[in-house]
């Protein structure tokens, strides 16, 4: 079935830090693949999406491109804030899931003034 | 007003009881989804309903079940509560997206915190 592999956390960075948080998946077909951030006591919302290969999502300085040959969608900034500390969620909706998101377990990061 | 709302936000019950959590929308979408989140573990989910009419088992609906009471409203029940039900739940709404490949993005609730004692 399908699964998403992230890297664990949790992340602590000093602001202004580029951070990677590396995510694999496991899928059908051609998923399309999301970063979902949950911020502290709120639910999760969309940071960016790819939906074919080699597509670039970019969203609020954070950038992942889906990478076919290696199965990947790592997501990078360049420059970190205080105000990206959240937890991270990588997940994908492949073509024989109905349209269900299989998320993977989560990256929490923390930025440090 | 948030477009995903959820009723309660916070919930502590004892096991064995009925609960109800709710979850409305002003999005107008027909998708509506439940997880629930544990730690480590991501989000998981429970059941979903592409319309009124068709309700979905998810990954993990054993002790759970639900209602689709209209386009708006979708409402998650533990008919007898059990204490590794503890963990938070999340509603999520979503409009098909035919041209999009399959990336239709989902719109959170903010949550609702269930402890079972």
């Known amino acids: 079935g399908d699964s998403v592999t992230q890297m664990e956390g949790p992340v602590t960075l000093s602001e202004e830090a580029f951070l990677t948080i590396n995510c694999t998946y496991t899928a059908t077909g051609y998923p399309s693949l999301f970063w979902y951030v949950q911020y502290p006591g709120e639910g999760l919302q969309l940071l960016l999406k790819a939906t074919k290969a080699d597509d670039k999502g970019s969203n609020k300085g954070f950038e992942a491109t889906y990478r076919k040959e290696t199965t990947s969608f790592h997501l990078e900034k360049g420059s970190v804030q205080v105000s990206d500390s959240a937890v991270y969620f990588c997940a994908l909706i492949s073509s024989g899931s109905a349209r269900q998101l299989t998320f993977g377990s989560g990256t929490q990061l923390t930025v440090l003034p | 007003d948030a477009d995903v709302t959820q009723t309660p936000r916070n919930r502590i019950t004892k096991t064995g009881k009925r609960i109800m959590l709710e979850c409305s929308q002003t999005?107008?979408?027909?998708?509506m989804y439940w997880y629930r989140q544990d730690p480590g573990l991501g989000l998981r989910l429970i059941y979903y309903s592409f319309d009124v009419k068709d309700i979905n088992k998810g990954e993990i609906s054993d002790g759970y079940s639900v209602s689709r009471q209209a386009q708006a409203k979708f409402s998650l029940s533990l008919e007898s509560a059990i204490p590794n039900q503890t963990a938070l739940y999340f509603c999520?709404?979503?409009?098909?997206?035919?041209?999009?490949?399959?990336?239709?993005?989902?719109?959170f609730g903010p949550g609702t915190r269930l402890t079972v004692l």
């Open positions: 999520a709404t979503s409009d098909f997206q035919s041209g999009q490949g399959g990336g239709d993005t989902q719109y």
């Open positions: 999005k107008g979408h027909d998708r």
